[in-house]
């Protein structure tokens, strides 16, 4: 029955073909399989999942699971045009092919999505069948790798030996981390991981409070072990993972991720709320795949150093490092198609019909975050719609791959995001925590640094236990914390940086200065930070307090997602219109009316803004100053006959004798220009956001008035997502969306951004778009 597969229908042909492959191609240590899943409802058109599974995987003492698999098996009904892989040119007129093949590669990208979410993963290889053609495929954060096509029916040998050799293969060959071990039921680790979930009445309320008992600072939160008992889901596998601590090891129990950030390629950051075998007590575990070109970046590097110089505000490590020098391979098939003198054509490269050929694919978005929606907390409301991973480029250009490495750091607090705030007064306190934490990053240490990433996922709600003003009482405060420092860069590097290494910075767009967006290649200032800053306070109190802005969502859409390109006149959209244009936040929406919050979060504003105002009014005419003076262009004299010729004759024209005495008496005003030249005021106000001391005792200030009401905080609106195309979540193409996952700068989102030059959309400035080409495997 598998000669006439093409022929076979989406549900007959995995039938045949698992009985096919169980009877002649495997043994008693493995078995191919179907199983069901919950997660993939989006797909159009019946989908059968299958996988390979070891013996042990699937013994009878416990029900067969998803995330049990080791090679997953994805069945194609046969349509010409429908191999994502192939890059044939069809006659695609109404794009029906195209449309078939991104199908197939969108299913392909979830279900390798889902299993890096669920098991610990260095690589995955999968079975691709079309019809009487298959693939193997290996994947890793950085791209996929592509066998040729073969038709399985005339070289069953060919299948018969991947299938034997990806049944046999050991689980590190696999792809699976040894330095995760998987906690089954029974386990003492299982046992563990349920009894330290259970209710706890020791566990302290983080609700803030006045505390009328002297206490001492709580060891575990209420809502830390309730995070931790809704990670133990039933659906999902627990691991032992390993972490270096010096020349140690250590040893953390996690479920489910807490935060995740979505798509196949990139970061793939997972958050855990983990339970240390050590100490007994709930930390915060970040699982994720760094860029491997910053290697004295590290995020535990940058933290250990800040806790050392006793900066207040930010995570307390407990320890961090590479993972068994794990690396994505990916890259190395780029470095040998370009050892390669020549590429040849995909149709030279075949020898069946399909004429397809091996490749290496990558996401052809901008990397930038996508960030995530953040490594410690995903923020819903700033979400990128991540676009279709297509692979509908052909053709190759300098590596755009970054090899990556595998990574993982564990600290202390595990907080509560920023979106969880209870009023503006709490949202203001917070910020005003999250700034001090900077200000101390960039003054204490002996080498000073800038966060470069300040973005509302950036800045987390932290309970503590402080001592009130008059000395006597204790209270349970929110504070603010300040993480995800993996992306800071010493001040002194700052300033003798080259323009190279300008091009590898990231930040989250939606939250990054209209400087810096404007002019990618400025270095990251201060006054930068602090404006990214201004944006976050925006973007919370837009979106979650009352205010008279009517239109919330799209408020937000186009003050953060709008943006159109580096060196382009308001490259910002309304964010460049706020702060170098208009005299205060306005609604925009129904009409230019002043942004207000009838609270003294208006006085927070107005202050900062004509700050952020005049500081870009100095900034252009310093640069317009600064510029090299134009070539005086020289016109040629008129020609003789443009000289003699007559003037228009309008007497023909029937203009009414009243509105031609009106048009004679009326006097013609001329206004000249605004005056470009910066005031002393402006110059002033400038200056006051070049540093932190102004922004921190302006917020201070404020918040001892006792105007701040109580009940401000609203229902949030809909999840403002940005528009479409995760410029790289992205990256960052003229218009971007956002989500979370970072990274280079324009590299969101991201997102995770890489510009050109400089953007990548971590939106974290950009990353080069990828391109498949063909490059020879052998199996």
């Known amino acids: 029955m598998l000669k006439s597969a093409d022929a076979l229908s989406q549900h007959d042909l995995p039938e045949l073909f698992i009985q096919a492959m169980n009877r002649h191609c495997f043994s008693s240590s493995s078995t191919l399989s179907n199983y069901t899943c919950d997660f993939d409802t989006e797909s159009t058109g019946p989908i059968t999942h299958a996988a390979i599974f070891r013996a042990e995987e699937s013994s009878s003492k416990r029900p067969q699971s998803w995330f049990d698999q080791s090679v997953p098996v994805v069945f194609v009904r046969h349509f010409t045009g429908g191999d994502p892989f192939d890059r044939t040119q069809l006659d695609d007129e109404y794009g029906v092919m195209k449309e078939e093949s991104q199908r197939v590669f969108k299913h392909l990208t979830k279900t390798v999505d889902r299993l890096f979410a669920a098991q610990q993963r260095v690589f995955l290889y999968m079975l691709l069948v079309m019809g009487r053609r298959c693939r193997v495929l290996r994947w890793d954060r ?30 590190s060959a696999l792809g699976f981390d040894p330095s995760a071990t998987r906690v089954l039921p029974g386990d003492v680790d299982f046992v563990r991981m349920d009894f330290s979930a259970l209710p706890d009445p020791t566990d302290a309320d983080h609700t803030e409070r006045d505390l009328t008992d002297e206490v001492q600072e709580p060891s575990t939160f209420a809502y830390v072990r309730a995070m931790f008992r809704a990670s133990l889901a039933s659906d999902w596998p627990r691991y032992r993972l390993q972490v270096p601590d010096g020349k140690e090891t250590r040893s953390f129990l996690v479920g489910k991720p807490v935060f995740r950030a979505d798509g196949v390629l990139g970061r793939g950051t997972r958050g855990y709320v983990a339970l240390d075998c050590e100490t007994h007590r709930f930390v915060w575990l970040k699982d994720t795949w760094r860029a491997a070109y910053m290697i004295a970046q590290r995020e535990g590097d940058v933290l250990q150093k800040l806790n050392q110089a006793g900066v207040e505000y930010i995570p307390t490590l407990v320890c961090h490092g590479d993972i068994l020098d794990q690396s994505t391979k990916t890259f190395d098939w780029w470095e040998r198609i370009h050892a390669l003198p020549s590429i040849p054509s995909s149709s030279s490269l ?32 700033l979400r990128r719609s991540k676009g279709p991973l297509t ?21 202390e607090e595990v907080a509560i995001p920023l979106k969880k705030f209870r009023n503006g007064k709490q949202l203001a306190s917070v910020v005003l925590d999250a700034i001090q934490a900077h200000f101390q990053a960039s003054t204490k240490p002996p080498t000073p640094v800038l966060h470069r990433d300040i973005s509302s996922g950036n800045i987390l709600i932290y309970p503590r236990v402080r001592r009130l003003e008059d000395g006597t009482r204790l209270a349970m405060v929110w504070t603010g914390l300040l993480v995800d420092w993996e992306l800071s860069k010493p001040i002194h590097g700052e300033k003798a940086s080259s323009k190279a290494t300008q091009a590898e910075r990231m930040g989250t767009y939606q939250f990054m200065s209209v400087n ?20 976050v306070l925006v973007y919370n109190s837009v979106l979650y307090l009352r205010s008279n802005c009517d239109c919330r969502t799209s408020y937000i859409d186009n003050y953060f997602n709008d943006y159109a390109g580096p060196a382009r006149a308001h490259t910002c959209g309304w964010k460049s219109f706020a702060v170098e244009i208009d005299d205060w936040l306005c609604t925009q929406v129904p009409d230019r009316s002043r942004l207000l919050f009838d609270s003294p ?51 023909c024209l029937s203009i009414p004798e009243d509105i031609v005495k009106k048009l004679k008496n009326r006097r013609v005003k001329h206004f000249p220009p605004p005056d470009p030249t910066p005031t002393q005021e402006d110059r002033e106000r400038a200056r006051r956001i070049m540093e932190h001391q102004f922004m921190i005792e302006h917020i201070a200030r404020i918040l001892r008035s006792s105007q701040w009401p109580e009940d401000d905080r609203v229902a949030p609106a809909e999840e403002c997502a940005p528009s479409s195309d995760d410029a790289r979540a ?13 990274r280079r700068r324009i590299a969101g989102p991201e997102r995770h951004v890489s510009f050109p030059a400089r953007l990548h959309a971590s939106t974290r400035r950009t990353r080069v778009a990828a391109y498949t080409v063909p490059v020879f495997v052998r199996v």
């Not at 791209?143 to 050991?170: C, F, K, Q």
């Open 142 to 171: 950085a791209g996929v790798t592509v066998t040729p096509a073969s038709d399985y029916y005339e070289r069953p040998r060919l299948l018969r030996d991947y299938l034997w050799r990806l049944s046999n293969m050991e689980s």
């Open 350 to 381: 075949s020898t069946d019909v399909s004429h397809s050929s091996s490749r290496t694919l990558v996401d052809q978005q901008p990397v930038g975050k996508r960030k995530r929606a953040e490594d410690y907390g995903d923020d819903t409301s």
């Open 391 to 411: 692979p509908d480029v052909s053709g190759h250009s300098g590596c755009p791959l970054q090899e990556h490495k595998h990574y993982r750091i564990v600290v």
């Open 516 to 535: 810096l967006l404007t002019r990618p290649w400025s270095l990251v200032k201060i006054s930068d930070e602090l404006e990214s800053f201004f944006h």
């Open 601 to 651: 979060m208006d006085d927070v504003f107005g202050e900062i803004h004509k700050c952020l105002k005049a500081h870009y009014k100095s900034l252009s005419y310093d640069l317009v100053q600064a510029a090299p003076p134009r070539p005086k262009v020289v016109r040629p004299p008129l020609s003789a006959d443009l000289k003699l010729r007559a003037p228009v004759d309008i007497s």
């Open 730 to 742: 992205g990256v960052l193409a003229p218009s971007t969306t956002l989500r979370s996952n970072k």
